[in-house]
C-alpha cells in the first residue's frame, strides 16, 4: 500500500470538443492540478481564443485546478498578452518551435524574433514552458533535443536571466545535465520517457502507440531520467504529455505523433517507484516539485493505492466509432482505494 498526496500533471493534452470531455474526466480521477497545453487545431495565440476555450474547459471541469498556456509566436499581440494576464487567464507560455510536433505550423522559426515577449514573461514572473528541439528540414530527429540546447536554449537563459523556465518531456541525458547546471530552470519528464527506450519502441516490433515528439531515445538516455527522477531532485517532474489520438490515426500509413497515457500514468509511476525502492520520493516527483518550481500551494490530503498483480489491462478505451490506445508499461497496476 502506498500514501500519496493527489498527484499533479504539468503537461497535458486535452484537446477540444467531445474528446475534450472524455479526457477531462480521466483527468480529473488522478489529478489536482493540470496544465494545459495550448496546440489546438486553432492554437490559443489570443484572448478570443483562450476565453472561448477556458469557458468550455472550465464549465465540464470537476474536481481537478485546470492551469492554461497561452501558445507564443509571432502573431501574439503585447497588448494582447498583458490584458490576458492582468485578468489571470493564462499561468504560463508555450514555445514550439515551428513543425515540431502535432499543431506546430504555427511555431516559431526564429526565437531570436520573439525577444519582446520574453522580456515580458520575464518581467512578469510569468513561466515559458518549451518543446525543445530544433527542427531543420534534413536534421536527424534524435539530434533535436540536443541541439536546441546548444543552438536556441543556451541563448534564451544567457539573454534572461530570470526567466523561469519549464523544459517540456526531456528524453536525453544532455537535456538533464543542462538543467542541473543552469539556474531558473526545471524540466518535466512523461512515463513513456521514463519507462521505454529505442529498443522496446521499434527494437522488435514497431509500436506505433509510442511515436512521439521528441522520439523515444535510447537506454543511455533512459538511465539518465530514470536516475534523476527516483532521486527527487527538485528540478525534475512530472509532466504526462499525454497527447490522445484517433487509434485510426495512430494505427495508420502515416502516424501522428504522441502517447495518450492518462488512464494508467499515476499506477506506472507507482510501480516504477516502487520497484526501484525509493516510494519515498514520489511525492516529491509527481506533486511538490512542480508545485515548487512554479511557486503553487497544493492539497496535501493523502489517497491511498494498493497494488494487484497481473491486472487485466484495458488496452483501448472506446471513444466514438473509434478508440483511443492506453499506455501501460507493466503487469501490476496500482488501484486508488
Ligand atoms: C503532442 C500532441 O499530440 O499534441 N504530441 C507529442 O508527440 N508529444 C504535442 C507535443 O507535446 O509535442
Ligand atoms: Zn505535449
Not at 521499434?202 to 521528441?214: A, D, Q, S, Y
Not at 516527483?285 to 494487484?308: A, E, I, P
Request: hydrophobic content about 35%; charged content about 25%; some cysteine.
Amino acid at each position: 500500500m502506498l500514501k500519496i498526496f493527489k498527484p499533479c500533471d504539468f503537461h497535458v493534452h486535452l484537446r477540444e470538443g467531445s474528446l475534450s470531455h472524455f479526457v477531462l474526466k480521466e483527468n480529473n480521477k488522478h489529478f489536482q492540478k493540470i496544465l494545459v497545453m495550448p496546440n489546438l487545431k486553432k492554437p490559443l495565440t489570443n484572448s478570443n481564443l483562450l476565453l472561448n476555450y477556458r469557458k468550455k474547459i472550465l464549465k465540464i471541469n470537476k474536481s481537478s485546478e485546470v492551469l492554461f498556456t497561452i501558445y507564443l509566436n509571432k502573431d501574439c499581440s503585447l497588448k494582447d498578452l498583458e490584458y490576458m494576464h492582468k485578468n489571470k487567464l493564462f499561468f504560463s507560455a508555450k514555445l514550439y518551435p515551428l513543425n515540431a510536433t502535432t499543431n506546430s505550423t504555427s511555431g516559431v522559426s526564429d526565437i531570436k524574433k520573439m525577444s519582446k515577449f520574453l522580456t515580458f514573461l520575464e518581467e512578469n514572473n510569468i513561466p515559458l514552458c518549451i518543446h525543445g528541439e530544433h527542427v531543420h528540414n534534413n536534421d536527424d530527429p534524435y539530434e533535436r533535443e540536443k541541439k536546441f540546447l546548444d543552438k536556441e536554449l543556451s541563448w534564451i537563459t544567457k539573454r534572461f536571466k530570470s526567466l523561469k523556465i519549464t523544459l517540456e518531456h526531456i528524453t536525453t541525458k544532455d537535456s538533464v545535465s543542462f538543467i542541473n547546471s543552469h539556474k531558473n530552470i526545471s524540466a518535466t519528464i512523461t512515463t513513456h520517457h521514463l519507462l521505454e527506450n529505442t529498443y522496446s519502441f521499434l527494437g522488435n516490433e514497431l509500436k506505433p502507440e509510442l511515436f512521439c515528439k521528441p522520439i523515444i531515445k535510447g537506454s543511455v538516455h533512459q538511465e539518465a531520467l530514470q536516475k534523476v527522477a527516483l532521486s527527487g531532485n527538485p528540478r525534475f517532474f512530472f509532466g504526462s504529455d499525454s497527447a490522445p489520438h484517433l487509434k485510426t490515426r495512430k494505427f495508420a500509413p502515416s502516424c501522428c505523433a504522441g502517447v495518450y497515457s492518462t488512464k494508467y500514468s499515476i499506477s506506472n509511476i507507482l510501480e516504477f517507484f516502487w520497484i526501484n525502492k525509493k516510494s519515498s520520493n514520489i511525492n516529491k516527483f509527481l506533486t511538490q516539485n512542480g508545485c515548487k518550481h512554479y511557486g503553487l500551494n497544493y492539497d496535501k490530503s493523502t489517497h491511498s493505492y494498493k497494488r494487484l498483480k497481473n491486472f487485466k489491462f484495458q488496452k483501448y478505451s472506446k471513444f466514438k466509432n473509434d478508440y483511443l490506445i492506453n499506455y501501460n508499461c507493466f503487469d501490476n497496476i496500482w488501484l486508488k482505494i
